[in-house]
C-alpha cells in the first residue's frame, strides 16, 4: 500500500488532520462503524465528554486490532460530538496524542450533531486501508 496524504495550507499543520489522503495498491479496506463509549456489556457510558472519548479510543484501537489492521493506516477519521465546543476544550489533550502516538495522516470531518444514541456525546468513524 502506499499512502500519500496532501494539505496545501500552511494552517493545516495545526489541525491534526491532513486535506486529502491518497492511497494506492491496496490490499484491504476497513469500514468502522462509528464508535461510542460502549462497555463490553452494551451499556453506553454516561460519564463526561473527554472520558467517553477516552473509552471510544480504546474501543476502536481494539476494532482495528482484531480486524487485523494498524490504526497507522487510518486515512479518514470521522468526529461526531454534541458539542464541538466541548470537545475542543476538554478532548485535545486525548485526541491529538491518540493520532500522534499512531502517526496517523487522516482526512477528517468534524459534527456537531443534536444527539448520539442514548448518553453518548461523541462517536469516532474511521476508514482505514491496508
Not at 481494539?62 to 479518514?76: D, G, M, P, T
Amino acid at each position: 500500500m502506499e499512502k500519500q496524504s496532501f494539505d496545501p495550507w500552511v494552517w493545516g499543520k495545526n489541525t491534526n488532520s491532513v486535506q486529502a489522503v491518497e492511497v494506492k495498491n491496496v490490499a484491504g479496506t476497513l469500514y468502522c462503524s462509528g464508535q461510542v463509549a460502549i462497555d463490553t456489556n452494551g451499556m453506553p457510558s454516561s460519564a463526561d465528554m473527554r472520558s467517553q472519548l477516552i473509552q471510544t479510543i480504546a474501543n476502536l484501537e481494539q476494532l482495528v486490532s482484531e480486524a487485523s489492521y494498524e490504526c497507522k493506516n487510518i486515512v479518514r477519521l470521522n468526529v461526531y460530538t454534541t458539542s464541538t465546543q466541548d470537545f475542543f476544550t476538554t478532548c485535545m489533550d486525548v485526541y491529538v496524542p491518540f493520532i500522534q502516538k499512531h502517526g496517523i495522516e487522516q482526512a477528517t470531518t468534524l459534527l456537531e450533531v443534536k444527539g448520539l444514541f442514548a448518553t453518548l456525546t461523541v462517536e469516532l468513524e474511521a476508514t482505514l486501508v491496508k
